[in-house]
């Protein structure tokens, strides 16, 4: 014996198998994963402006940001009431101080500036020294491309507060699929 076909049944089972989705996307959305697009050249070479990027929020509600990591933050001057996300690199970890000599950064009062290997080309000299000393709970990010990148340097708030660190950046899936560290 054949089952008839209901329409009915079809239709709330094709419901159910969307709202399921949506229930799942919505929670790797919000708990798991972070989604972003780079709008601006500031993390090139390592991330190109219009990159999209996949970030585990998971790393920073089960562990600790780490100095080189990528994250994708809250920017730490937006205007009252708006969420923008921004994408830097973690230079200053809590307690650290940051002199930026010339065209070098120092931690901590180190006469050897901060290796880093990921940075395109030296930074435009500053015209006086910069010294920053990152609070408690906070970080100072810098975007890989130094000369384009409106960063704590430039901000009038420097430091992002470890409850604005929504995820550390884990690759770029486009154009094309690249790890990133």
Request: net charge negative; proline share 7%; glycine share 6%.
């Amino acid at each position: 014996m054949k089952n008839k076909f209901s329409l009915h049944e079809e239709i709330v089972s094709w419901i159910k198998i969307i709202l399921t989705a949506a229930v799942i996307a919505y929670m790797l959305n919000n708990f798991v994963i972070a989604n972003s697009r780079v709008p601006t050249s500031s993390m090139e070479s390592t991330i190109m402006a219009h990159d999209r990027v996949i970030g585990s929020r998971l790393s920073y509600k089960f562990g600790d940001p780490q100095r080189g990591d990528i994250a994708i933050f809250l920017w730490p001057d937006a205007p009252e009431g708006e969420k923008i996300y921004y994408v830097k690199r973690i230079i200053g970890m809590p307690g650290d101080t940051i002199d930026i000599i010339g065209s070098n950064v120092y931690l901590n009062g180190s006469d050897t500036p901060l290796d880093e290997p990921y940075l395109n080309e030296p930074m435009d000299p500053e015209e006086v020294p910069l010294h920053f000393e990152v609070p408690e709970d906070s970080y100072f990010m810098m975007g890989d491309n130094r000369n384009y990148s409106s960063d704590a340097r430039r901000w009038k708030n420097h430091y992002v507060s470890r409850d604005a660190m929504i995820a550390k950046v884990i690759f770029r899936y486009f154009p094309g699929f690249k790890m990133l560290k």
